[in-house]
């Protein structure tokens, strides 16, 4: 096997489970670098961090990675350089300077025009349907038809959900209620919320969609590893049980038990295939009773912060970019459309058992837990120093108070 050294973009969660999968697979410590350290990644011996001021910024993080690249193929020419983005702000930074980095590094990049066609929502959905693929009904304002009060004539009936169009825009403003995502009620309730996104400073498009009925456990997410020439290797679909509530993380998955929909996994394949994708795409989408239908609600051109449920259940996703990026196996022409039987987890397990709604998917994961067939992204047996141990606990303890404090249909449980 060719050496090689995994360069991680980021520090969070999503971080710290690409970080395990290379070290499950290979026992190899990747290298991090991030602007800032998040807890994930702390006090860990499988992953190496770094901290550059500002290194979200064009500019930085430019000058920082070519010199890093020069330098590191200076002192260790036959080490391939292996780069993945694990956050949007990094994964659009490396299709942005994509074509410089590629003299020192390996990683899958897409063409900035077609990296931005899929990160703004607005032009997702615009190739949704020119793919023929499903998403909810969507009236998109701009910051202009905010003040014309567009947003007060929409095709369908309220409860609506209200999205920002530019997730990274949305993450460097703040107002009172802000939240990453809204379900609201009432005509009122979305005229404060809308103009005091726009008064904080945000100027990209909103998205207003009609609200698929029904919890968390309605929610899929499909990761799938798509390789360098544009062929899908690999796709895994997971089942959500439980989100975190917090206003500013909601939407983020606590609790994935793995499903399997063939149709679902031809479809998408179908798709990114046509448009040429390649690295790992992760699809949020929301099961909707009126139709029987699953109503696509974004992209993320990278793994998502749950993805290690698909390492836990058998399909290593650090194999998938080095047997691609680094060995340049060629493929066989068989997706595989992985199937699972293990439970993972965010959150430690009384608040699994306290807050997923009863029916067969919780008897299922209770089952799981019970069997021991279930993980968690940050509890490594091989990685779980003191200083790891009490951070771990920490985290937990502050998902503990969370859900107590947010879950607003904790009453409606038995």
Same mark, same amino acid.
């Given at each position: ?8 973009? +980021? ?19 990747? #290298? ?18 770094? =901290? ?15 010199? #890093? ?35 020192? !590094? ?7 025009? #077609? ?5 703004? $929502? ?16 969507? $009236? ?36 009172? +209620?802000?939240?990453?995502? !809204? @379900?609201?009620?009432? &005509? ?24 698929? &009925? ?10 799938? *590893? ?7 290797? %690999? %796709? ?28 679902? !996994? ?8 046509? @448009?040429? *994708? ?52 060629? !493929? ?5 459309? +992985? $199937?699972?039987? $293990?439970?993972?987890?965010? =959150? ?20 799981? #837990? ?13 990685? %779980? ?5 009490? %951070? ?5 303890? =502050? ?16």
């Amino acid at each position: 096997m060719k050496q090689f050294q995994p360069i991680l973009l +980021g520090s969070d969660i999503n971080a710290y489970g690409m970080a395990r999968a290379f070290h499950e697979a290979y026992g190899l410590t990747s #290298l991090a670098i991030a602007h800032f350290q998040l807890s994930p990644t702390k006090f860990s011996d499988i992953v190496d961090v770094t =901290i550059v001021e500002h290194f979200d910024d064009p500019k930085v993080f430019r000058a920082y990675m070519l010199q #890093l690249g020069q330098k590191m193929k200076t002192a260790h020419p036959d080490v391939t350089l292996l780069v993945i983005p694990c956050g949007d702000v990094y994964a659009n930074l490396l299709s942005q300077f994509g074509e410089e980095m590629r003299r020192y !590094f390996v990683f899958n990049t897409l063409a900035p025009a #077609l990296n931005r066609q899929l990160s703004y $929502k607005n032009t997702f959905y615009e190739t949704c349907e020119r793919h023929g693929l499903p998403y909810p009904k969507t $009236k998109v304002i701009t910051e202009e038809g905010v003040a014309r009060h567009d947003y007060r004539d929409l095709p369908f009936d309220f409860p609506v959900a209200m999205k920002p169009v530019d997730s990274a825009a949305w993450l460097g403003i703040d107002f009172p +209620g802000r939240k990453k995502a !809204f @379900i609201i009620d009432t &005509p009122e309730e979305l005229d404060t919320l809308i103009n005091r996104s726009y008064q904080a400073g945000y100027h990209a498009a909103m998205v207003i969609q009609d609200f698929i &009925p029904g919890d968390d456990s309605r929610m899929r997410v499909l990761n799938a *590893y798509v390789d360098r020439h544009h062929h899908v290797r %690999m %796709m895994f679909l997971g089942h959500p049980l439980l989100e975190d509530p917090t206003p500013e993380a909601v939407g983020n998955y606590a609790a994935i038990i793995p499903d399997y929909n063939e149709q679902l !996994f031809d479809t998408i394949k179908r798709f990114l295939e046509d @448009i040429k *994708y390649e690295g790992v795409a992760n699809f949020d989408m929301k099961y909707d009773e009126r139709d029987g239908g699953y109503k696509l609600f974004e992209i993320n051109l990278r793994q998502g912060r749950s993805s290690y449920f698909v390492t836990l259940n058998g399909y290593n996703l650090a194999r998938y970019f080095v047997e691609d990026l680094v060995e340049d196996t060629a !493929f066989d022409g068989k997706t595989v459309y +992985g $199937k699972g039987s $293990k439970l993972w987890m965010e =959150i430690p397990r009384p608040i699994f058992r306290t807050y997923v709604y009863d029916g067969e998917d919780k008897r299922r994961g209770l089952a799981m #837990l019970e069997n021991g067939d279930w993980g968690t992204t940050l509890e490594y047996g091989k990685d %779980m120093n003191v200083l790891r141990r009490l %951070m771990i606990h920490h985290m937990f303890n =502050i998902y503990k108070r969370r859900y107590a404090r947010y879950f607003r249909q904790k009453a409606d449980l038995k």
